[in-house]
Nanobody, 126 residues
Framework: QVQLVESGGGLVQAGDSLRLSCVASGRTDSYAMGWFRQAPGKEREIVALLRWRTGSTSYGDSVKDRFTISRDGAKNTVYLQMTSLKPEDTAVYYC????????????????????WGQGTQVTVSS
């Protein structure tokens, strides 16, 4: 099992940038790492995915061209760089890891992610 700890959330204004970090420890042989978010009253949704070995990435439609997921293998850390933040980006952001191979939208099923962090709150004021 891999343990995940997120950090970097906070209160920012619309248009600002923020970088979230997720440090993995334990068995870090994940196939992919993902960032999800959950706003009050809404389902948890995919934000970004990174396949650990290849470095390939994919994004949810609402954050394309604004958010970037990246990794530092030496630090077992995954980042989410968020730019041009909007009030609708307000949510708890979660880091998650999955061990199984996936293709396309099949990679976004929350039930396939076996490890989750505790979440970090991001609040964007207008």
């Amino acid at each position: 099992q891999v343990q995940l700890v997120e950090s970097g959330g906070g209160l920012v204004q619309a248009g600002d940038s923020l970088r979230l970090s997720c440090v993995a420890s334990g068995r870090t042989d994940s196939y992919a790492m993902g960032w999800f978010r959950q706003a009050p009253g809404k389902e948890r949704e995919i934000v970004a995915l990174l396949r650990w070995r290849t470095g390939s990435t994919s994004y949810g439609d609402s954050v394309k061209d604004r958010f970037t997921i990246s990794r530092d293998g030496a630090k077992n850390t995954v980042y989410l760089q968020m730019t041009s933040l909007k009030p609708e980006d307000t949510a708890v952001y979660y880091c998650a890891a999955r061990k199984t191979f996936c293709v396309g939208s099949g990679c976004y099923d929350r039930s396939d992610f076996g490890s989750w962090g505790q979440g970090t709150q991001v609040t964007v004021s207008s």
